[in-house]
């Protein structure tokens, strides 16, 4: 039985909306953040980054109650705003490239990703779980909601469309060509229908955010002990965005390597041989078109590589991943990589432009070779979350990519 729970959620006026809106703010170059930060009094990013007012890096607690300082300011000059009844948000978002994306932004159970109703297929590190716990035991809210994936339910469907109908809370676009929509969900017999709806999914998966999943449980475990009820309430969820599977895009991250681990081109392809049947593509770009197939950019050519039969004997959905196939055929034994989480010969980037961008990285000399694949597929990820098995860092980039500072938890 999956839980989702309106809320009251703290949010911009309409005429600020468009302007405190931000990306994650890792996503941003530096150039990119101080031009927000400079021009625009407004941005989520002066919360997040509160030390700029200072032109100062601050780090650990302080910057915790900075920003938390940084937040109540806004709520105290009016640009921020408590809804006064609970409610559950569609928010929608249709990007640049024309697609859609809409889903739901409610209040999601600790106790159910204890229970395994929601279910992972990422590792957490540690201490980034305690340090986020920590962080949002200062500040006392959630800005970015987890993204949970669920099976397509027309009754919620037919919900959302009837809401959608009336004139959006929100609608705005951004410098990036995204226009984003927000419509409360005010209506009892609306949030009691969704909610009903919920009760009878027996899981839902992470698509995004399992560290922030991860450090509210742990906060929720913290705050247990409270004597306060109403605080010990607000502890047990955390915000996340409900979205269909059909709704959800997978894009593959695609892997760039320093060095050929001491090999020459030559030696290199030959221990390729040994695993994948190869072709010389020449300068035409190649694209997996199914499983187990591999492309790579190596010297100016584009090679497909497909995998041997008698390799393909998999005893579990993690050995038939092609994230996991390409570590241990390839990365590990024959380019001599085994922390794929942090050693430095070895980086990622996403695939939503193809190869494009993993031919410029290869070219201008800054990496010796390039892989490609086909992206991981809803049934790929259930199944490896079902299995209680954990996929390869950067196996996937899903969007949406939701705004912060639209809709905000506090506990």
């Not at 806004?74 to 006064?84: L, T, V």
């Not at 984003?180 to 919920?198: A, C, M, N, S």
Request: hydrophobic share 35%; net charge negative; proline share 4%.
């Amino acid at each position: 039985m999956a839980v989702i729970r309106p809320f009251n959620a703290v949010r911009p006026t309409r005429d600020k909306v468009s302007l405190i809106a931000s990306r994650s703010y890792q996503s941003y170059t530096p150039a990119e953040r101080e031009a927000r930060l400079d021009h625009n009094p407004y941005s989520f990013l002066h919360i997040v980054n509160p030390g700029y007012k200072y032109q100062k890096v601050i780090n650990g607690e302080e910057r915790f109650e900075l920003v938390r300082n940084r937040y109540q300011e806004f709520k105290e000059d009016g640009i921020f705003i408590k809804d006064k009844v609970p409610s559950l948000y569609i928010y929608k978002i249709i990007d640049r490239d024309f697609q859609e994306f809409t889903g739901i932004i409610g209040a999601s159970s600790a106790e159910d990703y204890q229970n395994n109703i929601i279910k992972k297929h990422e590792d957490t590190i540690e201490y980034r779980e305690t340090l986020f716990k920590d962080y949002l035991k200062t500040v006392g809210f959630n800005a970015e909601p987890v993204l949970l994936t669920y099976e397509e339910n027309e009754t919620i469907s037919s919900i959302m469309k009837k809401v959608m109908a009336s004139r959006a809370e929100y609608e705005f676009t951004t410098t990036y060509r995204d226009t984003h929509y927000l419509w409360p969900i005010t209506g009892t017999q609306e949030i009691d229908t969704i909610v009903k709806e919920f009760e009878q999914m027996p899981e839902l998966y992470i698509a995004d955010g399992h560290h922030r999943s991860a450090s509210s449980v742990l906060l929720n475990q913290d705050m247990s002990s409270s004597k306060d009820s109403n605080v010990k309430e607000s502890y047990k969820y955390f915000m996340s965005y409900y979205i269909s599977e059909e709704n959800l895009k997978i894009h593959q991250f695609n892997r760039l390597v320093k060095d050929l681990n001491g090999l020459s081109k030559e030696e290199f392809l030959i221990k390729l041989d040994m695993v994948f049947r190869i072709e010389n593509r020449g300068t035409q770009q190649y694209r997996p078109s199914k499983k187990h197939h591999f492309s790579m950019y190596l010297d100016g050519h584009f090679y497909s590589l497909y995998l041997r039969k008698r390799y393909r004997n998999f005893s579990n959905p993690l050995e038939a991943l092609d994230t996991q196939i390409l570590y241990d055929i390839l990365l590990n034994p024959i380019l001599g990589i085994e922390d794929v989480r942090n050693d430095k010969r070895l980086s990622y980037i996403h695939g939503k432009n193809d190869l494009v961008d993993v031919k410029y990285a290869v070219d201008a000399k800054e990496f010796e070779v390039g892989f490609g694949m086909l992206p991981i597929t809803m049934e790929e990820l259930k199944s490896i979350a079902d299995n209680n098995l954990t996929m390869p860092p950067k196996s996937t980039y899903i969007e949406p990519k939701l705004r912060s500072g639209i809709c905000i938890y506090e506990f």
